[in-house]
Nanobody, 122 residues
Framework: VQLQASGGGLVETGGSLTLSCVAS????????MGWYRQAPGMERELVAEITSAGRQNYADSVTGRHTISRDNAKKTVYLRMNSLKPEDTDVYYC?????????????????WGQGTLVTVSS
């Protein structure tokens, strides 16, 4: 199983970006998906998450500005980021809680994407 994140880049204050993350591999069930952010030397912190049924949860710092969504058929989660601020600058990591098939049955674990850098200039 792999998660491939994309969509990061450089944007001016007030601008927008959309991050995407697609899961691939022997996936039986795709449960919760979401995005974390991480600054150098700091712990990852939750940005937004979405259940398989579409229920969303956001960090207070992004509520009202960002929107998380998913396309279950495409095994993809999105993060639309609006009204970006310099303090949104970070590496963003997607995750997915996945039940995958193996030779001996199924296993459940959290998978992470490789990270995509978002830089907001002032």
């Amino acid at each position: 199983v792999q998660l491939q994140a994309s969509g990061g880049g450089l944007v001016e204050t007030g601008g927008s970006l959309t991050l995407s993350c697609v899961a691939s591999g022997p996936i039986v069930t795709l449960n919760d998906m979401g995005w974390y952010r991480q600054a150098p030397g700091m712990e990852r912190e939750l940005v937004a998450e979405i259940t398989s049924a579409g229920r969303q949860n956001y960090a207070d710092s992004v509520t009202g500005r960002h929107t998380i969504s998913r396309d279950n058929a495409k095994k993809t989660v999105y993060l639309r980021m609006n009204s970006l601020k310099p303090e949104d600058t970070d590496v963003y990591y997607c995750y997915a809680d996945i039940i995958r098939s193996t030779t001996w049955g199924t296993i459940t674990r959290r998978y992470w994407g490789q990270g995509t850098l978002v830089t907001v200039s002032s």
